[in-house]
C-alpha cells in the first residue's frame, strides 16, 4: 500500500462542479483583482475569526511582513518569536527590518513557551510573534499579559491554525493581528498562493489594506512604501467553494487524530510520543506530528514500504545560516533543537481511510520489532 502525505485529489473531485463554475464567473466578469470573491472571503473569514476586519493578502509570508509594518515595527526594532517554525516566520521579521530574537519552545505543544518570553524583552522589543504550530494555539493568556505589559503588539502566525480555539477563543480574537496563509496544502487551501490577516483593530486593517497595494492611498499617491501583495480573485473564488466545508474538514482531521493516537498506543506503546491536544484548546491538526528517536531512521523505513511523512522543520531558525549574524549558535535553545531531531508528521488530510492510517502504524510497529 502507497499512503500520501496529503492527497487532494478526492476533495477536487467532490467539488470541481461548483469550483469550475465559480472560475468561469470571474473570467466572465473580467474583474481579476480585488473583486467581490475577495471581498466576501475577507467577510467571511472576519467573522469566522471573530474580528472586525479581514485583510486578503498575496500568501501567507507577506502576511506577517504586512502586519508586522501595520503595527509600527520598523528598521533597528526586535521582534520575538520561536525559532521552531517554518522559514517564513523569521523571514518576515528581518524583511521588516527588524532582528528576530528567538525563545525556546514548550516540549508538549511544540509551540512557544510564554515563560521564556520576558526575558529575551529589551527596550527594542515592538512585538511578539506566537506560532500556532501544527494547528494547535499556543499558551496565550500570559502571552497576552506580557504584551500589554510592556506595550508590544502580537501577530498571531496560524499559517496552520485556522479555526483552532483557545479558552473559547478564536485565533485573531487575542492578538493585534493573526495572519493566515491558504497554500494548497493547508486546511483551508486555495489552488495557488494567497493569504489572509484578520484585526479588530480599524487603523490597522486600513494600513494593511494601503500596504498591499504598493501603499497607494488614493490610487497613485503614495505615502508609505508598500507592496504589491493582493489575494487573487480567481484563488478567492476557490476558496470561497471551499470555506463552507472547513468545520467539518477540521473536525475529520481531530478523528484522525483520535484514531492514530488510539492505534499508536495499542500497537506501539510508549515507543512513540503521540501529540497532546492541551488543556482548553481546539486543535485542528493541520499536522498530526509524533516524536521518534532515529527519527532519519524511521522516515527513510516508512517511505521504503510506500508510507510519505515530512519533517517540519529540521532544522530551527537560530542556526539556519542565513542568520547566523544574529550570533545564535547549537546549543541555544535544546528543546527547540532536540525537537527538529524528533519530530515526523504522518499522512494527514480529511479524506484519510482507516485501512491507511492501520498501514502506516502497522508499518511503524514493523520498524521496532
Known amino acids: 500500500m502507497k499512503v500520501p502525505m496529503l492527497d487532494l485529489s478526492e476533495q477536487y473531485a467532490v467539488l470541481k462542479p461548483e469550483i469550475m463554475e465559480a472560475l468561469d464567473e470571474v473570467m466572465s466578469s473580467s474583474r481579476f483583482i480585488l473583486g467581490d470573491n475577495v471581498k466576501k472571503l475577507e467577510a467571511d473569514v472576519a467573522k469566522y475569526s471573530n474580528t472586525k476586519y479581514a485583510v486578503g493578502v498575496g500568501n501567507g509570508s507577506d502576511a506577517i511582513h504586512i502586519s508586522l509594518q501595520a503595527c509600527g515595527v520598523k528598521a533597528g526594532d526586535e521582534v520575538i518569536t520561536t525559532p521552531f517554525t517554518f522559514f517564513a516566520t523569521g523571514g518576515a521579521i528581518a524583511r521588516a527590518g527588524a532582528k528576530p530574537v528567538y525563545v525556546d519552545i514548550d516540549p508538549i505543544t511544540f509551540n512557544i513557551d510564554p515563560a521564556k518570553i520576558e526575558e529575551a524583552i529589551t527596550p527594542k522589543t515592538k512585538a511578539i510573534i506566537p506560532v500556532h504550530l501544527y494547528g494547535q494555539m499556543a499558551d496565550m493568556d500570559p502571552i497576552v499579559e506580557i504584551a500589554k505589559k510592556h506595550n508590544l503588539a502580537i501577530v498571531e502566525d496560524a499559517a496552520q491554525a485556522i479555526g483552532a480555539k483557545y479558552k473559547g477563543k478564536s485565533v485573531g480574537e487575542l492578538g493585534t493581528t493573526a495572519t493566515y496563509s491558504f497554500f494548497p496544502t493547508k486546511n483551508l487551501g486555495a489552488y495557488g498562493d494567497g493569504g489572509m490577516i484578520v484585526t479588530n483593530d480599524q487603523e490597522i486593517a486600513e494600513n494593511m489594506g494601503v500596504i498591499r497595494v504598493h501603499g497607494s492611498k488614493p490610487k497613485y499617491y503614495h ?117 527538529a531531531k524528533e519530530a515526523l508528521s504522518l499522512p494527514m488530510f480529511p479524506e484519510l481511510k482507516i485501512e491507511q492510517q492501520t498501514y502506516v502504524v502497522e508499518q511503524l510497529k514493523a520498524y521496532f520489532e
Open 223 to 339: 505615502h508609505v512604501l508598500g507592496y504589491n501583495s493582493r489575494l487573487d480573485e480567481l484563488q478567492a473564488a476557490v476558496l470561497n467553494v471551499k470555506f463552507p466545508h472547513l468545520d467539518e474538514w477540521s473536525q475529520l482531521r481531530r478523528e484522525k487524530a483520535e484514531n492514530y493516537t488510539k492505534l499508536i498506543k495499542e500497537m506501539l506503546g510508549d515507543k512513540v510520543v503521540t501529540p497532546i491536544e492541551a488543556e482548553d484548546r481546539y486543535h485542528v491538526f493541520h499536522q498530526y506530528t509524533i516524536r521518534v528517536e532515529n527519527r532519519d531512521e524511521v522516515q527513510k523505513f516508512l517511505n521504503e514500504k510506500g508510507v510519505s511523512t515530512m519533517v517540519y522543520y529540521p532544522l530551527p531558525l537560530h542556526v539556519q545560516p542565513v542568520f547566523k549574524d544574529l550570533g545564535y549558535k547549537e546549543g541555544d535553545f535544546p528543546v527547540a533543537e532536540k525537537a
